[in-house]
């Protein structure tokens, strides 16, 4: 095949999903990763994708019948990282000593995770960033979730093991949300998600404002599912009104401190 047809299949793919890995990108083009960094470059310096680490991602935007995709979370992780730490900080103050309590993968419940690492709580995750951390910095109970780690989007899961906890709060992120509910366009965050908010007595979802404008694939929960949402206070009026509507506690952390 020639360097234009593979860089028109990798282009395509984007087409249907946010992001491909090198690895992934060998195996479907039967080449060589040192190939694969090439076309990648090539496809960026055209405009075409964004070049990221680990592989290669939709632009900001793209779509595809109508969704747009979020980036990854090795970029994702560098985008409104002042308005994630207020929130983060804001969940924190839900969580009493003695909790359990499960956060899920994702930038802004890595923030969390880090606001709770002393806390006298048992916490249960299946974020390899946040694993990672707690594990020279915390000193709360900390249960890993078992399974394969997926370095993409950086999270462990089991399709065969049960979910050894039970917890007061299931916080998580999202790609995306909207009338639908939380959405999601990787099937392996879908899917766990669905799993581990069957162990939790409340869902609490952390989305900085944008998130209420992308409009993934998948619906990973119904808005009738989430008890509270924390987020900034970008969220428009129409947007807090949709999730009032539907049942959903608004919270806000304000860049001051103070919580609406």
Request: glycine fraction near 8%; include cysteine; hydrophobic fraction near 40%.
């Amino acid at each position: 095949m020639s360097d234009s047809g593979r860089q028109r299949q990798i282009v395509e793919l984007l087409r249907d999903r946010p992001f491909a890995s090198v690895r992934e990108l060998q195996e479907r083009l039967g080449v060589s990763a040192a190939t694969v960094r090439r076309d990648i470059d090539k496809i960026d310096e055209a405009g075409e994708a964004r070049k990221v680490y680990g592989g290669i991602s939709a632009l900001d935007g793209a779509s595809h019948a109508g969704v747009a995709y979020a980036r990854p979370y090795d970029e994702n992780r560098d985008l409104a990282v002042e308005a994630k730490r207020q929130i983060a900080a804001l969940a924190a103050t839900m969580v009493r000593d003695g909790d359990a309590v499960i956060v899920h993968g994702g930038s802004t419940c890595f923030h969390l995770g880090v606001k709770l690492a002393d806390r006298n709580i048992r916490l249960y995750t299946n974020s390899m960033p946040l694993v990672a951390y707690l594990s020279d910095h915390g000193h709360c109970s900390l249960t890993v979730a078992g399974g394969e780690l997926h370095r993409e989007p950086g999270v462990i899961h089991s399709f065969t093991q049960a979910v050894p906890f039970y917890a007061s709060k299931f916080f998580l992120g999202a790609q995306g949300i909207g009338p639908e509910g939380v959405l999601e366009s990787h099937p392996l965050l879908v899917r766990s998600i669905a799993e581990l908010s069957l162990c939790a007595d409340q869902i609490v979802v952390l989305a900085d404002s944008r998130k209420l404008s992308i409009h993934a694939r998948n619906v990973a929960l119904p808005l009738s599912r989430i008890g509270t949402l924390v987020t900034d206070d970008g969220l428009s009026d129409a947007d807090a009104h949709m999730l009032e509507d539907a049942g959903v506690m608004v919270r806000i952390a304000s860049a001051s401190g103070a919580v609406q």
